[in-house]
């Protein structure tokens, strides 16, 4: 039997990295938290508030801010990792060996790595040298602002380990935060990885003025893409009609706390790429996944129409309003 979460360390202090840990501290875990500027984390201990990332939240108490990761990894029995996808592998590389032997390992990261087209999951195995057991990923409707703000949610946990899927649930069960537990690692990450890139794309379609017929049709076909992929990868296809599937994908394709389709909105509005990276200011997964993404797809031979309207876009110059017409053109053909 895993033995039951008391002590985490969250790396690191985002909006997502915070939220988390003050579910974890509300839940009654001891939480400490990385942030990479020292200014950071004492501001947070002092005043109990993240005012970068979520201003006017309250923090538990039962979290202790640090610059310093060895202090926030040690004796920890669970070490969340929340950093941007893209550079997972050179920032796990520092800690790995801080890392306690027996600590979970859980991911709320989504994104698929450029080059290697892997998982987060698969990085953290690489680069720890944790066993599939260990390794955990979380994946749901779960935006930060309204999970600080006490909105109920839920969310689903994925384990190849049971038990360590049934501690991990324990620990971050609260009043207003309800976890799932579900074997299918391959299918969560997926569906939190591939969301990101569908909502780009329906953020696109608002800021050219689209409405509701528009953003439905990119989450119901956005959603088959997804399943396509799963499926040519071992995915369990239920997982995509569950919360880290089809709720993850509703709400970041619908809501404007949504970082990739906010940034998808501000290209559909005639802003370039650069111009919409210096107004958002925060990471929008999608932009450099979907690169990743479509290379996983091509490599497996699977179709992902909107995945590659995203692509050019984003990285080859293509104008929003093409994107459409290109996605409509199509060869029409049984659903």
Known sequence: MTRAVTRAAVLSAGSWGTTFAKVLADAGSEVTLFARRPELAAAITA???????????????????????????????????????????????????????????????????????????????????????????????NLAREIAEEQPSATVIACA????????????????????????????????????????AAGVAEGLGFGDNTRASLITRGLAETARLGQALGADPLTFAGLAGLGDLVATCSSPLSRNRTFGEHLGRGMSLEETVAVTRQTAEGVKSCRSVLDLAQAHGVDVPITEAVVRVCHEGESPAQMVREIMSREAKSE
């Open 47 to 141: 005043d109990r508030e993240n005012a970068d990332y979520l201003p006017g939240v309250r923090l538990p108490d039962g979290i202790t801010a640090t610059d310093d990761a060895a202090r926030a990894l040690e004796g920890a029995d669970l070490v969340v990792l929340s950093i941007p996808s893209q550079t997972l592998r050179q920032n796990l590389a520092e800690w790995a060996h801080l890392v306690p032997a027996d600590a979970t390992l859980l991911s709320l990261m989504k994104g698929i790595e450029l080059g290697s087209t892997r998982r987060m999951s698969e990085v953290v195995r690489e680069v720890t040298g944790a066993s599939p057991d260990r390794v955990a990923v979380l994946s749901g409707p």
């Open 161 to 200: 380990d049971t038990d360590r899927a049934e501690a991990l649930q324990a620990a971050c069960h609260t009043r207003y935060f309800r976890p799932y537990t579900n074997p299918d690692v391959v299918g969560c990450e997926l569906g939190g990885a591939v969301k990101n890139v569908i909502a780009l």
